[in-house]
């Protein structure tokens, strides 16, 4: 990689302002990296900062409202890596590729840890600290891991950290896989409910172990910062039963920065509607359910629902 073109992308920043120089390296998929970019707007903007954002070519698009709200903000575009495990032009945000492709996206990305390191080592103001999304842990040292829930951090650290592992019929998708004691409610999980990137974890597997060393990566960070709120998950964000890292809830994130609404692309209901159709409900009544940026109803499902997606 070329770093002085690198460095030549870093516009608007002072390298010579005395600041923390902050890197944030956001994963490549919808509900990933809005999030992200949503801290990233948040430190930019605090004034005691300098914040760089480091994307592959095909997302820098992506950051075109952020950068518009934070001219501070510095981006460093890298070319997007070549892997044995992917076809060429397969794309290079998640949304554009099938869910086996994406089991090789995750370490395929890794590659960008060599290019990454070339521009630092080239910066006159070099990088304090890295935040980066879970899936990048390979993004070290001196980092932040950031990731959306509390409980899912406590829950994530577990069983990747131990690796739990069906007793009975394999293909017994009910199955209770694990019960999590120590967190509020005791709550419990079967196989089916697990993440499916943990469910398709083989031992042994050069992919899986690849995933999953860049997961242990993550939770060896010296914080882990969620998009998260004392009033949401009280409980959850007790020291007790978080992993061995500072967790640090800085949410809700999504009105960081002045045009945030223009971030994820157009919506598919205009924002001031929703509080209006939720008024015509007694209260209590709502359920809010998220399917996750990677899914989409079918046209028969979109057609006869009685709610709206969010």
């Given at each position: 990689?070329?770093?002085q073109a690198?460095a030549?992308?870093l516009e608007?920043?002072?390298?010579?302002?005395?600041k923390?120089h902050?890197?944030?390296?956001p994963f490549?998929?919808?509900?990933?990296?809005l999030?992200?970019?949503?801290?990233a707007?948040?430190?930019?903007?605090s004034?005691?900062?300098?914040v760089?954002v480091?994307?592959?070519?095909?997302?820098?698009?992506l950051?075109?409202?952020?950068?518009?709200?934070?001219?501070s903000?510095?981006?460093?575009?890298?070319p997007f890596?070549?892997?044995?495990?992917?076809?060429?032009?397969?794309g290079e945000?998640?949304k554009d590729?099938?869910?086996?492709?994406?089991?090789?996206?995750?370490?395929?990305?890794?590659?960008?840890r060599?290019?990454?390191?070339s521009?630092c080592?080239a910066?006159?103001?070099?990088?304090?600290?890295?935040?980066?999304?879970?899936?990048m842990?390979?993004?070290?040292?001196?980092r932040?891991w950031?990731?959306?829930?509390?409980?899912?951090?406590?829950?994530?650290?577990?069983?990747?950290?131990?690796?739990?592992?069906r007793?009975n019929?394999?293909?017994?998708?009910?199955?209770?896989?694990?019960?999590?004691?120590?967190l509020?409610g005791?709550?419990?999980f079967?196989?089916?409910?697990?993440?499916?990137i943990?469910?398709?974890h083989?031992?042994?597997?050069?992919?899986?172990?690849?995933?999953?060393q860049?997961l242990?990566?993550?939770f060896?960070?010296?914080?882990?910062?969620?998009?998260?709120?004392?009033a949401?998950?009280?409980g959850?964000?007790?020291?007790?039963?978080?992993?061995?890292?500072?967790?640090?809830?800085?949410?809700p994130?999504?009105?960081?920065?002045a045009?945030?609404?223009?971030?994820?692309?157009?919506?598919?209901?205009?924002?001031?509607t929703?509080?209006?159709?939720?008024?015509?409900?007694?209260?209590g009544?709502v359920?809010?359910?998220?399917?996750g940026?990677q899914?989409?109803?079918?046209?028969?499902?979109?057609?006869?629902?009685?709610?709206?997606?969010?």
């Open positions: 990689m070329d770093t690198a030549e992308t608007g920043v002072d390298h010579g302002n005395g923390p902050i890197l944030v390296v490549p998929a919808q509900g990933h990296m999030a992200l970019l949503d801290l707007a948040l430190l930019a903007t004034g005691e900062l300098m760089t480091a994307v592959t070519a095909g997302n820098a698009v950051l075109d409202p952020l950068r518009a709200s934070c001219p903000m510095g981006v460093v575009t890298l890596p070549s892997s044995p495990l992917l076809p060429a032009g397969c945000n998640t590729l099938p869910f086996h492709l994406f089991l090789m996206f995750l370490p395929s990305l890794a590659a960008l060599a290019p990454l390191l521009w080592r910066q006159r103001h070099r990088v304090t600290g890295i935040v980066s999304d879970m899936f842990g390979w993004a070290r040292p001196r932040i950031a990731h959306g829930t509390a409980l899912y951090v406590a829950m994530a650290c577990h069983l990747w950290s131990h690796m739990r592992r007793t019929n394999i293909d017994d998708d009910d199955e209770l896989a694990i019960v999590f004691p120590n509020p005791a709550p419990s079967a196989w089916r409910q697990l993440s499916a943990y469910r398709n083989k031992d042994g597997d050069k992919v899986s172990e690849a995933i999953r860049i242990l990566w993550s060896g960070s010296e914080y882990i910062v969620v998009n998260s709120f004392m949401l998950e009280a959850y964000l007790e020291p007790q039963n978080l992993a061995e890292p500072r967790v640090l809830a800085v949410g994130l999504s009105e960081a920065w045009n945030s609404g223009d971030r994820g692309g157009k919506p598919s209901v205009p924002a001031s929703v509080p209006t159709w939720l008024d015509a409900f007694n209260t009544s359920v809010y359910v998220n399917f940026t899914h989409a109803l079918s046209k028969k499902q979109d057609h006869n629902r009685p709610f709206i997606v969010l």
